[in-house]
C-alpha cells in the first residue's frame, strides 16, 4: 500500500493542513468581498480592514508553502519508483494511471498562479491605497478552487498507484515508437532546436524593450519548444545516451539533481516573461523588474541546456 | 524592517518572555526528538539493508512441493548455468538449528570456501582469516548474540551440535564477526559446506537453494521469464523484490507511527492555538506602546509571527541533534526494538551514520508547518488589539 509510504503520509498531512487554512482565509474573503468599500469609515470596514489581515498573512503563508511543496511532491514521486514496479523513474509513477498527468500540470499551473498572486500583493501592499485588492481576492478564489480540485486529484492519484502490475518505464512513454513522431508538428530534432533558439531569441527581443504582448506569447511559445526539447534533444547529453529520452530522469542523484534546475530556471524564466505581461493588464504599470528576471532566468537556462551539448563535444569529438 | 535591530529587539523579547516560550519549547522539543528518532533510525537501518543487498544473489531458486519450499536438486545448478547472461550458479546450503536449552533458532551458513568469490566476500568482511587454518579442523564463525548465548552456557571454545542423525559434530569457535554487520550476522554461523550439510541432514545431492549471479541488469527480466518455464515446481526469487518487501516492511512500520503521531501533532496543534491565544495584559500593554510608537499591524504580525517561528526552529533543532546523537552515538536503546521485531537473539547493533536532505526536509515540513498554522491565527489577534485599549 502506497500510502503507508512516509513522505506520502506527510504530504497528505500538510495539504490537508494547508487546505484548513486555506478554507479559513475563504470564508473571511467572502465576508470582505461582500461589503469592501475602502472610502468608508464605517466601524464595520474597519473590522474588514483588520479582518484583511488575518486573510492576507494566512494566503502568503500558505501559498508560500506550496511553492516548496511542488518540489516535495516530485521528489516524493521521485521516490516511489521502488515499489512501483517497472517504473524505473517519476515518469512511470506519474503514468501510472490516468490521474497523474492532469495532476501535475495543474500542480504547475497552480504555482503559476501563486506566483502571480504573491507578486500582485507585493505590489498592492506597496500602494497606500490598496488598489488591487479586490483584484487579488479575485484571484486568490480561483486559487482556492483550483487547490480543492488539486487535493481531490492528489487523493484519486496516490489512491490509485498500481503497486502489484506493471507500468511503463520513461523509455516506453517518451521514446521513438516506430513512425509516428513523437514532437509536434511532425518536426524533426534539428527543426525543433532551430525554433528553440529563435524563440529564444524572441524572448530575448521582448524582454529587452519590454513588449508585454510579446512577451507573452513568445514565452508560451519558448516553453512549448523548451519541453520538447529538452526532453527530446538536450535530456540525451544529460544522460550521455543517445535513446534515453525522460523529463525526469535527470532529477535523480546520478545525474546530480540537475533536472530541477532545468526545469526550475525554464518555470522562472517563463513565469515573468508571462506574468509581466499579465501584471501590465492587470495593474496597468510596466514593470521593469519581471522583465529583468525573465532574462536572467531563460538565458541561465539555455546556457546550462547548451553548456551540456557543449562540453559533450568537447570531451568526445563527436555529437550524440 | 526586517534589520538587525529588529532581529535584536525580537530576541530580547524571547528572552523577556522566556518563561512564557519554556513550556512549549520543551513540548516542541520532546516532540521533535521522538519523531526524529523514529524517522532516522528507520532510514539508517534501511541503509544497512540496502547496501547489504547489493552484494546478494541476482536470483534465488527454490523447488516447491506442496506449497513449501523443500532441498532442490544440485542437477538444477548445471541447467542453470547454462541460460545466457547467467554468469555463476551457486547451490546454497544453509538453515535454522533450534538450540535446545535457550528454545532459540541459529542460523547455521554452509560455505564452499573453495569458491573464490564466497571466500574474498569473506574476506573482506574478516580481515586476516587464514583459509588453510580455518579448513584443518572442523571451525565455524559466529555472530555476536551467538556468541552471548554459547557463553551462558559455558562453551567458550566450541559447541557440540547434535546432527538429525542423532550423531554428536564437536565444531570449533574460530572467530566472531565484526559488531558492524550485525544486523545480519547477530543469530549466524558460518562453516565448511560439507559440515553444514552433515549438521542439518542435507543429503550431497541436493542444496537448499540455488543462488544466481546475473552481471546486466538489463537482462534480468528475460532470465526470469526462462527461469520459470524451466520447472513446474519452481520458485524465482528477484533481488528487486527483496529490496522491495523491506521497503514495504519499513513504510509500514515508519508509517503507522506517523499516522498515529499525527494525532499527537494536532493535539499540540490546539495546545499551541489555546496558548498562544490567552492575550496577557502586558503582553496588550506591550503591542499598545509598538503601535503607539508607529508601529504598523502588518509590522506586530510580522514580529509575532517571528517570535513563534524561532520558539520553533529552536526546538526543531535542539530537538534533531538530540536525536541525531541517540540514534547514531547510543544506537537507539529501546526504540531500536520495535524495528528489530520479536528478537530471536537479542540484537546489538551500531548503526551508520546516514543522513539525507531529504529526510531533514521531511521533518521539518512534518513539525513546522503545523506548528506554525497553529500560532497564525493567535498572532494576528494579538496584533490587531485597539492600541488605545490597550494602553488603558
Redesign the interface.
Known amino acids: 500500500m502506497i ?5 506520502v ?2 504530504f497528505i ?2 495539504e490537508a ?2 487546505l ?2 486555506l478554507s ?1 482565509a475563504f470564508i473571511n474573503v467572502v465576508g470582505i468581498l461582500k461589503s469592501w468599500d475602502f472610502s468608508a469609515t464605517s466601524t464595520k470596514q474597519y473590522l474588514l480592514e ?1 479582518r484583511s ?2 486573510v492576507l ?2 494566503i502568503f ?1 500558505t501559498l508560500g ?1 506550496k511553492i ?1 511543496l511542488l518540489p ?1 511532491f516530485i ?1 516524493m514521486i521521485d ?1 516511489l519508483n ?2 512501483v514496479p517497472g517504473a524505473m523513474c517519476a515518469a512511470g509513477v506519474i503514468n501510472s494511471n490516468i490521474y497523474g498527468v492532469y495532476l501535475l500540470s495543474l500542480k504547475v499551473r497552480i504555482l503559476f498562479l501563486v506566483g502571480l498572486w504573491i507578486i500582485l500583493n507585493h505590489y498592492d ?1 506597496q500602494a497606500k491605497d490598496y488598489p488591487f485588492f479586490k483584484k487579488k481576492l479575485w484571484l486568490f478564489i480561483l486559487i482556492f478552487f483550483l487547490i480543492i480540485a488539486e487535493s481531490i486529484l492528489d487523493i484519486f492519484y496516490l489512491i490509485n498507484i498500481v503497486t502489484d502490475t506493471p507500468v511503463s518505464c520513461c523509455s516506453a512513454i517518451y521514446g521513438v515508437s516506430g513512425i509516428s513522431n513523437p514532437i509536434p508538428f511532425d518536426l524533426h530534432v534539428s527543426e525543433l532546436l532551430g525554433l528553440f533558439y529563435l524563440l529564444y531569441g524572441l524572448t530575448l527581443i521582448s524582454a529587452l524593450y519590454r513588449y508585454a504582448l510579446l512577451s507573452l506569447f513568445s514565452n508560451m511559445a519558448f516553453l512549448y519548444s523548451a519541453y520538447y526539447s529538452v526532453v527530446y534533444f538536450f535530456g540525451t547529453y544529460v544522460y550521455e545516451l543517445p535513446t534515453h529520452l525522460c523529463p525526469f530522469c535527470m532529477l535523480q542523484a546520478e545525474y546530480f539533481y540537475s533536472g530541477y534546475f532545468i526545469w526550475g530556471t525554464l518555470f522562472l524564466g517563463t513565469f515573468f516573461g508571462i506574468s509581466a505581461a499579465l501584471l501590465q493588464y492587470i495593474t496597468g504599470k510596466e514593470i521593469k523588474k519581471m522583465y529583468r528576471y525573465s532574462l536572467a532566468f531563460n538565458s541561465a537556462f539555455i546556457l546550462f541546456c547548451s553548456s551540456y551539448v557543449l562540453l559533450y563535444y568537447i570531451r568526445n569529438g563527436v555529437f550524440l | 524592517m526586517q534589520n538587525k535591530l529588529f532581529y535584536n529587539f525580537l530576541f530580547l523579547l524571547l528572552l523577556k518572555h522566556r518563561i512564557k516560550h519554556i513550556s512549549i519549547f520543551i513540548i516542541s522539543t520532546l516532540i521533535v526528538f521522538i519523531l526524529s528518532s523514529v524517522v532516522l533510525l528507520s532510514n539508517a537501518l534501511q541503509e544497512e539493508i540496502n547496501t547489504t543487498l547489493d552484494s546478494q544473489a541476482d536470483f534465488v531458486i527454490q523447488k516447491m512441493r506442496a506449497g513449501k519450499s523443500v532441498n532442490t536438486p544440485l542437477s538444477w545448478s548445471d541447467e542453470f548455468r547454462e541460460i545466457e547472461g547467467i554468469s555463476q550458479a551457486q547451490p546454497r546450503v544453509y538453515g535454522q538449528y533450534f538450540f535446545k536449552p535457550n528454545a532459540e533458532h541459529f542460523t547455521i551458513v554452509g560455505i564452499d570456501f573453495f569458491d573464490e568469490q564466497k571466500s574474498k566476500n569473506l574476506q573482506k568482511l574478516i580481515t586476516n582469516l587464514d583459509m588453510k587454518k580455518f579448513l584443518e579442523k572442523p571451525n565455524m564463525l559466529i555472530g555476536h548474540g551467538v556468541k552471548a548465548l554459547l557463553d551462558k552456557y559455558y562453551f567458550f571454545d566450541y559447541y557440540v551440535f547434535k546432527t538429525p542423525h542423532q550423531k554428536k559434530r564437536k565444531v570449533n569457535i574460530y572467530q566472531i564477526f565484526p559488531k558492524e554487520s550485525s544486523l545480519l550476522s547477530n543469530d549466524m554461523i558460518i562453516m565448511d559446506i560439507d559440515l553444514a550439510r552433515e549438521i542439518l541432514g542435507i543429503s550431497e545431492e541436493q542444496s537448499t537453494d540455488i543462488a544466481l549471479y546475473n552481471p546486466n541488469e538489463l537482462e534480468a527480466e528475460n532470465i526470469y521469464v526462462k527461469l520459470v518455464l524451466k520447472h513446474a515446481d519452481i520458485r524465482v526469487i528477484q533481488k528487486s523484490d527483496i529490496a522491495k518487501a523491506y521497503k514495504r516492511l519499513f513504510n509500514y512500520k515508519g508509517g503507522l507511527f506517523l499516522i498515529l503521531y499525527m494525532i499527537v501533532l494536532l493535539t499540540f496543534m490546539m495546545i499551541l492555538y489555546q496558548r498562544y491565544s490567552m492575550v496577557q495584559s502586558s503582553d496588550k500593554k506591550e503591542i499598545g506602546i509598538l503601535r503607539a510608537l508607529g508601529w504598523s499591524i502588518k509590522d506586530v504580525i510580522i514580529l509575532k509571527v517571528t517570535e513563534s517561528f524561532m520558539v520553533a526552529f529552536g526546538a526543531f533543532l535542539l530537538g534533531f541533534i538530540l536525536a541525531f546523537f541517540f540514534v547514531f552515538v547510543l544506537d537507539a536503546p529501546l526504540l531500536s526494538n520495535i524495528f528489530y521485531g520479536y528478537a530471536n537473539l537479542p540484537m546489538d547493533i551500531s548503526l551508520h551514520r546516514s543522513i539525507d536532505f531529504s529526510l531533514v526536509s521531511l521533518l521539518f515540513l512534518f513539525y513546522i508547518l503545523p506548528f506554525m498554522t497553529a500560532v497564525l491565527i493567535p498572532s494576528w489577534k494579538a496584533s490587531v488589539i485597539d492600541p488605545l485599549e490597550a494602553m488603558r
Open positions: 500510502f503507508f509510504s512516509n513522505s503520509i506527510v498531512f500538510i493542513l494547508l484548513l487554512l479559513i483588520k489581515y488575518l498573512l494566512i503563508f508553502f516548496i516535495y521528489y521516490e521502488v515499489l501592499l
